[in-house]
């Protein structure tokens, strides 16, 4: 019960704070907003406000806000509903109102702001943990080796590349072990007196009881400087931003390129399996889940696709470039192609999610 309302609520804020920056901007370029609805179905609970109204004499008066605020069944999304966005013009909304009226940087922002918030709070988030914790940093440093396999490696040495891929931080070196699998590859590290030396890793399957992989032993653990206090914490959160957004970035192109594989993707059950095991470390792991799901939204839907909001950022660019918007129908119908593609997609990944429960 606790790993569901722990995932109820990791996803909502992340889906929150997103769709909360198409809101904002939205309503301070002067767009009509339908609906602010947090989780996808059939709604469950519907809020209308009032908002203050000042007229010409000063006096203040309260007149219903035409925006719906509304949380919906199932807790794997969210949207802002703006006059505008859809291809049918809604001849009650007056022209000024409707978001295709409004200037080319207010679009772009209302598109690209969802991103930004995301991005906004993973960094707050790394800043919490970076000061409220002794932290990790240059965390590509050797230890506990197997001296038997290494005899010339020492503690403290450090990976500088694996596979020819240039190593700067734990998240690139996760990664690039993973690409390697069990195949043997050259790992180059720096020695602490500035010597490099390249040495062959022949990485062995780790399996559980049930005969499935849980990982890989390489003969050596990876770890990192210590430090605490509000330096060490600006550092940190500086560091593991960036290094997520590059994981982020590589872990698309690798599944494009097909050196990670589609089945080792987790849609909304993998993400629930992730929160259980979180909430098991301690807050401070739940906080990380929180940095790393907002970067992770962020960089999905910052890509110049169709249906993410990259994709209508790049819609925007089209525009300023050719100087007049692309024909409506056939951005929404590429829109459209896009997201149905995407929900088959959504439904495989559910699929080897449930399978990897058994």
Known sequence: MLTLIYFILILGIVVFIHELGHFIFA???GVYVYEFSIGMGPKI???HRKKKVKGKDGKITYVDDETDYCLRLFPI???????GEEVEVDEKIPVSKRLQSKKWYQRFMVMVAGVMNNFILAFVVLLIIGWTNTVSLNSTKLTDINKELYPTLAEGDVVVSVAGKKIQNYDRLALELQICGTKEFKMKVKHQNGDYEVVKVKPE?????????KGYKYGFYITGTEEKGFLAGIKYAFGKFVSIIEQMFLTVWYLITGKISLKLLSGPV??????GQASKQGFSTVLSLIALLNINVGVINILPLPAFDGGHAL????????????????????????????MILMVYVTFNDIVRLF
């Open 27 to 29: 309503k301070k370029a």
């Open 45 to 47: 609970l519907k809020y």
């Open 77 to 83: 999304g969210g949207f802002v509903q703006m006059a």
């Open 205 to 213: 399957e780790v399996k559980d009881k049930k005969g499935d992989l």
């Open 270 to 275: 993998g993400i629930y399996e992730v929160v």
């Open 315 to 342: 819609f925007l660019i089209i525009e300023k470039i050719k100087g007049s918007p692309v024909d409506p129908k056939i951005e929404n119908t590429i829109h459209n192609i896009f997201f149905i593609l995407l």
